[in-house]
Each structure stands twice: as C-alpha cells, then as structure tokens.
C-alpha cells in the first residue's frame, strides 16, 4: 500500500527508515560517561506493597535462592493464570459492547432503499481502543501502578514490559502464526492501508519515546512531553479511521465502481486493489469524483456479502437435512454462521483462554440453542388432569360409491381407567340424509384404556349428476363412568372431562357420475424460488368417472420460462376416481433476495379418453327397446353432451416466484443472530458458575458430537478453579449493555497486576535479575502468553491476517501513548505540583527502544515482502522456516543487547 501521486511514491516503511537513520545519527552520550553512572548491581530486596519481605535476606545460598525464586515464578505464573481468566471476562464485556448493532436506512445504486444492521462500533476504533485495551491491560496497569506506589518515581518494571511485550508480540507471535497455517495454504492482510498506519504509529512511539529521554530533555519528562505521549493515543485512533473510511484525503482520489456478479452489489477501488495484484479491472467501469455515498455502498456490500453467505449455509443444511423443520435448520445455520463467521480478536483471545484452562470450545452447538431468543420459544402446557375428546381426522372426503366408511374419536390426558361415553349424531349440509346418506346417531363408549374408537356412515350412490355435497357429525352430552363401565349418573367427573375441536366432523362427497369440472383451487399462488421444485394442484370436482387428459400451457409475465421456471409435461392425465393430480413444475433459483417475479398457467380443454373405469363398458347406455329412433338420438346427444368434461371457473392461475418467507425470515434472523456475543456473553450469574465448574473439551473440531474432556483439560480445570470461581462473581455481560462487567473486570485486573508487580521485583532480587531485564523477559512472556495462543488460533480460522498479526502493531503503539503517556502525564503533573521535575533514568531502556525501533523497520518490510510471495502468513516450507528463524533472530537479540547494557557490559546510548 502506498499513497500515490503524480510526482511520486512515498512508502510508509521509507518514512520509517529514514527516521531510523536520522536516529542514528542523532548525538549521543559517550561510552565513558555512560559507564560512570552505570550499576550493574541488583538493588537489594525490600519487600513489595501486597507481599512482606521473605526474611532472612542476607546469605544465602544457592539452593535457597533457587528455591526462592522458583516459589515466586510460580506465584507469578499463577497470578497470570488468574489474569488471563478475568481477562475472559473483560474481553467477553468488550465483545458485547463492540457488537451492538443499529438499523440504518442506505440507498442502493438503483436508487431504493433498504434497511441493513450495521455494528456502533467502527472495527478499526474497536480494535485500536476497547480490544488493544483489553489485550493490553496488565501491560498498561502494570506501569500506572509501579509509579502509583513508587511514591510517583520513575521505574524500570512497567516501561520495560511494554517495550518487552512489544518485541515479543512483533517477533515471536509473528513467527508462530507465519509457520503454523496448514501446508500449501496462506493467509494476507485485509486492511492493509490500516496496518501500514498503524505500524508507522508504533515505531514513532518508540522513536517519541528515544526522542523524550535522550534528546528532548535527557533524563527528566516534562508535562508537555508526557501529555502530548498520551493525546497520540486519539491521534492514532483518528488517523486509522480516516485510514479505514477512506475520509480525507481519499475524498480526492478517482472511485471507480463497477457491478459485482451478484446482483444489487457494487464493488468500488481505488487505484490499485489491496488484495490484488496491482492491476485493476477498467471494462465497463464508470469514474466518479466526490462521491460522498462511499459509506452507504459500503454498507451494502458488507450487508449482501453476509447475506449471501447465510443462504448458501442454509440451503447446504437444507439439502443435507430433508426432513428436518425450518426451526431446527435455523439453530443448525446459526452454529455455522458464528463458526464460518469472522471473528473479533477479542473472539480468539476468549476462545485461547478458555481452551487453554480446560472451558472447552466457546462455540457450543447447546449454548447456541439455550441462546434462543424468547420469541421464538412457544411453550404449550397442556393440562394433563383433563380427558380432551374430539375427532382425529375433523375433515374427510369420499366418493360417492364409497358404500361405509369409518369416523375416528380420540381421547388423550386424563384418568384412562375410566369408562367414557360421547353420543354422535349427522347433521344435514347441502347433503341430505337418506337420499345421500343414510342418517347416523350413537354413542361411542371407551373402556378403561382405550384411547381411540371408530363408528361407521353409509353413503348412498345414484347415477344423478349433481354437485359435490357435504353434512356434518356432531359429538356431544360427554360422561364418564367408572373402571367396570357402569355409568356415573351423579356424573362427577364432568369437570374433569371436555370435548374440543374438531368436535364437528365434515363429510365432503365427491360426485363419480360426470366426467368432473377441472380447476385450480386459487387464481394465484406464491411459490418461494429455493423451493427447486413445486406441484401445482389441478382439482377435479362434481364428478370422477372415466378417464380425462387434460392440456395445459404457460405463458411468461416478468418470469422467463427456460430462465426462471420450465415445465416438465404439457398435460395432466386423472384416471377413474382420480379428483386431484398435479403439474409439476421447476424453479430456478437466482439467489435473488426480495424476488417477486410472475407467469399465468392455463388449462385447455379437457378430453375424454375413456369412459368409466376399464372394466366398464366403454359404450354409452343403449336405448331402451321400442323406443323411437328419433327420441333414442336425441337422448344420446344430450347424454352425450352432458357427459363431457369440462373447465372450471377457475382455469388460470397466476405463480408468484418470491423468496420463501420462512427462508427470508431465517435470512434476516441469522444477520442479527449470527453474533459471537451471543456464545461469549452471560445472562446470569447462574450461567457463570455452571461454566467456572464444568470440564469441557479443549480441542473440539466440528463434529457432531462434542468430544470428552482429556486428562490434561481436567488438570488445568482444577488449578485454574479458584480463579474462575472468583471471576464468575464479575456481573453478568447482559447487565448495562456489559459495561457492569468492564468496569468490575478491570478493577480485577489491576488488584492481580498489583500481586505480579510485587512478585516480579522480589523474583528479580532474589535470583539477580535488574527489573528491566525481569520485566522484558518474565513478565512481557506471561502477560502475551494468551495472545499468542489466540493469534496462532486466528492465523488457522480466519481468511486473513488482521485478526492474527494485523493488530498487533496497533496494540503496541497503545501500550506506550496509555500506558507511560499516562502514568507519565500523572508522575510529571505530581511533581510540578511538588516544584520538582520528573525524573527519568534512560538506562537500558534509550537502548531497548533504540534496537527495537530498527528491528520493527526490519519485521515489516520482511511482511511486506512476503506479500508478493501469495501472503504474509504461511507460504512455501523453506520461506516459512527463513522467515520463523530471522523473527526468533531478532527477538533474541533485542533480549541479548538490553541485558547486555543493563549490567554495563556494553554502554548505554
């Protein structure tokens, strides 16, 4: 990435070397001078603000030493552990908040509107602010709070754990997530405009650092310096968003737009594309200057890009799963989305803590679902002390040569022991009793047990064309008896029992004497376009005898057939008592999200193919004998006539082609569900404690059934206990918008780095260790051990490289502007009050940042480099292990020189 013009290129990286040299170059303390004032004793140990001196202090030996400090490293291990732990939480509160969401009205490029979810937060502010903080915290607190109880004097613990975490997180992190993407596999920066910004802004950090201890005014930080430290905090922030927004000065950059193969999306450049190759596509582009829509078409394809994503994961699980419900295929699409999803680096940093500490996979198909929202849980209670009678089937349909047929009445709940009465009785429709069917009354008795019983209804065949006709039964006076059958007659079980619907049943006759009258049942019908394939119902009614084919063809509206829909026969056939048969027709799905296209299908004229059923004869009645000739042919005509088939008044019907509702429904559910606050974040403190006791799997891999915990997660679930106990007493992230739980969570990460900042110093004294070196070494590897775990866990997942190592420069320079820019600003104010200045030893540390700053330049024209070779991370094997060796190079050295000025082996700059 580089910002062009017409007289020229300018690399961020070249700006970066040239300051490089310039620093170099700058005047310096000579090596006799530095080596007066240089100590290469430890101070002795003086006890810390949580923790008394370990007394006796003087002789001793060794072994005793070595035992000492081996109680104090663990301690601090221990301590980190409990860090971590809270930081899960912290970053849980950081997540909730980042993800909340907003509907905004955008304009598409054909000039409608619609309405799109789109985060509060911007991810470029949210990583540089609330997740570098959150990643960051113990670094930062670590040196507000070494001044704080230092009496406001400068130390050497909190400054060198930044600078430390700093080079570990640039060389080591970088290091394992370049080697550890799957073989023939690469990973590239998204935002590469972003990183480029932000790398700059953490070698500047530095250099500003070199620049206030050796050269503004060496060894004292005046107000304005420690001030101006911490406001390159916003600055950055400012500059990244305008970085990633692509305000001013982008705003006079040429936008090219062009369509996108998915409709309704449109793509937009500028100059060069950041995951391309330099050349941009120019065929059918059209130029604007001063667009100031850029946002809004953002926000479109963002918003289409998902969408899409979550209908293929739905129809994939549609296609896999047949026979499963929308409700299931909605929880199913759900799990996949957050899975396939992209994460936040406050996603893997939780996701490597929890692993590491025997919590399991954060992503639990049995938290998605218990993460349902009320509204889509319908609880029926249905009263089992109550015996609820009724018809199962409410609604039958028969021929009119059916002869008997039978009536199901079910019972369910209640005292089965009991012996139950229901009287029935038929009713006269449009049909009438006795000349249609023959009339029906009883009672139907169920003995002790018996939950269903069936009672028989005659219907009566005439040859006399008439309409399809219906009647209904009636049940009705319910009672009870006991378990032997004899009848209550105080009838004291009447409350206990109750007929309800369907306790009318309705009995449709379908006419067999006439050919039928053929229709569809509704003049338009909505078809969703993923359906694949859809039968369209033809009905035959007032009649069913013989065989008909019946024709029927299609004409487009806004549907193209071949295009949209096609047809697979030009006519239905409906054999002898056949009433219903149905056209079969073929959908193309577009993958067009609010779809709403149409076409007409028409019925032709229905034909006779045979009369009655084959074994019938085939032959029109005979004339009775002695009949006229004459009447005999007139008679036959009109038989004839009245014989044939014909349309129905509804004989075209107009399809629809939408998106399913149901399916769009999903759709939009899934792009406000899909979330990982949702998996990460707690309701209840309940919620809590049952996650701080439970054992789960550390690696689970996307299987179906979730793996059983291993010895080793049972181990590190007992010795981290203590602390998730304590930690699930932080509130709930559901409690003000989560920032209950920020707050609380922060407070207990600063009362552990308290514990680490005494531990570290009496851990340094007794083994011999200056502070500096302890806190680039010790306490920089503790406190970066969960990022390392999350960016080796983001550089396997993820598409790109930002959630792995594209934040990590941005972190770094964090870590300098809020933590020494403002327990600088508080030390400098402190003292000014006072009517003395601050002062501040360069040390080891004018060094440390020094070869840090040069070794950065070098780390990121490397990345930069393996850019052109298909990808910062991963790549070919031997560029992955030049690139992890040269990474892991620089580190030691960076380790080597600052222990080396520290004990005055080598000056001091």
Not at 223 to 236: N, R, Y
Not at 433 to 443: M, Q, V
Not at 884 to 897: K, N, S, T
Request: hydrophobic residues 40%; proline residues 3%; charged residues 25%.
């Amino acid at each position: 990435m580089s910002v062009s013009s017409a007289r020229g290129t300018v690399s961020p990286i070249t700006l970066v070397l040239l300051a490089t040299v310039l620093l170099i170059q700058l005047p310096v303390s000579s090596a006799s001078e530095s080596n007066e004032t240089c100590n290469a004793y430890v101070k002795p140990c003086s006890g810390g603000l949580v923790f008394p001196l370990w007394q006796p202090v003087s002789n001793l030996s060794v072994g005793d030493k070595i035992a000492r400090g081996a109680v104090y490293f663990l301690g601090m291990v221990y301590m980190f552990l409990g860090v971590s732990i809270v930081a899960d939480r912290f970053m849980s509160a950081i997540e909730v908040i980042t993800s909340k969401e907003k509907e905004v009205i955008v304009r598409k490029p054909d000039g409608t509107t619609t309405t799109v979810n789109i985060k509060i937060w911007n991810e470029t502010v949210s990583n540089l602010t609330l997740m570098a903080l959150g990643s960051s915290a113990p670094e930062i607190l670590l040196s507000v709070i070494e001044i704080c109880i230092n009496n406001f004097q400068a130390g050497d613990l909190g400054p060198s754990t930044i600078v430390g975490s700093a080079a570990f997180n640039l060389f080591i992190i970088t290091a394992i997530c370049v080697y550890c993407i799957p073989e023939g596999e690469n990973r590239t920066i998204k935002h590469l405009h972003v990183f480029f910004l932000t790398a700059t802004w953490s070698i500047i950090a530095y250099l500003w650092l070199y620049f206030i201890l050796s050269v503004s005014s060496v060894g004292v930080v005046h107000i304005w310096e420690a001030i101006v430290t911490l406001l390159f905090f916003p600055a950055t922030v400012i500059t990244a968003y305008i970085a990633d927004k692509k305000l001013f000065p982008y705003a006079f950059l040429s936008k090219k737009y062009r369509s996108s193969r998915h409709k309704g999306m449109v793509v937009s450049s500028e100059g060069d594309h950041e995951l391309a190759d330099g050349k941009a596509n120019h065929h059918d582009e059209v130029v604007f200057k001063g667009v100031s829509e850029e946002s809004d078409i953002k926000e479109i394809k963002e918003f289409e890009e998902h969408r899409k994503e979550y209908m293929d994961i739905l129809r994939e699980l549609r296609k896999k799963n047949p026979n499963a419900d929308m409700k299931t295929l909605e929880e199913m699409a759900e799990y996949e989305a957050i899975n396939r999803g992209p994460k936040s680096r406050a996603f893997y940093r939780i996701q490597a803590t929890r692993k590491l500490t025997g919590g399991g996979n954060v992503v639990k198909k049995s938290k998605i679902e218990r993460k349902a929202s009320l509204d889509d849980v319908k609880i029926e209670v249905k009263d089992d002390s109550t015996t609820r009678v009724y018809f199962d089937p409410g609604h039958y349909t028969v021929m009119e040569n059916v002869g008997t047929f039978y009536l199901t009445v079910t019972r369910e709940g209640g005292d089965l022991n009991k012996t139950l009465y229901v009287d029935y009785k038929s009713e006269d429709g449009t049909a009438n009793a006795g000349s249609d069917y023959e009339n029906a009354e009883g009672t139907v008795v169920f003995y002790p047990m018996e939950t269903h019983k069936q009672f028989p209804i005659t219907i009566l065949d005439d040859d006399i064309f008439e309409e399809d006709e219906h009647f209904y039964v009636r049940l009705s006076n319910l009672r009870t008896g006991d378990s032997q059958g004899m009848f209550d007659s105080n009838n004291s079980g009447a409350g206990e029992v109750k007929l309800i619907p369907p306790f009318v049943a309705t009995v449709m006759i379908l006419d067999d004497d006439h050919p039928g009258i053929f229709h569809f049942e509704e003049k338009e019908m909505n078809v969703p376009e993923a359906i694949g394939e859809v039968e369209i119902k033809v009905v035959r009614s007032s009649g069913a005898r013989g065989t008909v084919r019946v024709p029927y063809h299609t004409t487009d509206g806004s549907a193209k057939k071949g295009r949209d829909f096609d047809t697979t026969d030009t006519e239905v056939i409906f054999h002898n008592d056949e009433t219903e048969k149905a056209i079969l027709l073929k959908i193309f799905d577009d993958e067009e999200y609010e779809k709403n296209e149409t076409f007409q299908i028409h019925l032709d004229e229905p034909l006779i193919v045979r009369r009655g059923s084959e074994n019938d004869d085939d032959e029109i009645e005979p004339s009775r004998e002695g009949r006229r000739e004459s009447e005999a042919q007139q008679e036959e005509e009109h038989l004839s006539e009245m014989a044939k088939p014909r349309l129905g008044d509804i004989k075209t019907l107009c399809v629809h082609i939408q998106e399913s509702y149901e399916f769009k429904n999903v759709v939009d559910k899934l792009l406000k569900k899909a979330n990982v606050s949702l998996v990460v974040g707690t309701s209840s403190w309940r919620e809590q404690f049952i996650e701080a006791i439970t054992v789960s799997a550390g690696d689970e891999d996307d299987e179906e059934d979730e793996k059983l915990p291993s010895c080793m997660d049972y181990v590190m679930h007992f010795l981290t206990l203590f602390w998730k106990v304590i930690f699930a007493c932080v509130p709930p992230t559901d409690y003000l918008g989560g920032w209950a739980c920020f707050t609380v969570s922060i407070i207990m990460i600063g009362v552990l780095t308290l514990f680490i900042q005494d531990l570290a110093t009496e851990f340094g004294c007794t083994v011999g260790l200056k502070n500096s070196i302890t806190a680039i070494s010790v306490v920089a590897l503790g406190t970066s051990v969960p990022d390392t775990f999350a960016s080796k866990v983001a550089a396997v997942n993820d598409r790109y490289a930002d959630s792995s190592i594209g934040n990590v420069t941005g972190s770094n320079a964090v870590n300098v502007f809020l933590g020494i820019g403002l327990a600088w600003t508080i030390a400098a104010i402190y003292h000014a009050v006072q009517g003395n200045s601050f002062e501040v030893d360069p040390g080891s540390l004018a060094l440390s940042v020094t070869v840090f700053c040069i070794e950065a330049v070098l780390c990121c024209t490397v990345i930069v480099v393996r850019r052109k070779f298909g990808g910062e991370l991963g790549g070919p094997f031997k560029l992955r292990i030049v690139t992890v060796v040269f990474f892991v190079f620089l580190w030691l050295f960076y380790i080597i020189m600052s222990a080396l000025v520290a004990y005055c082996v080598i000056p001091s700059i």
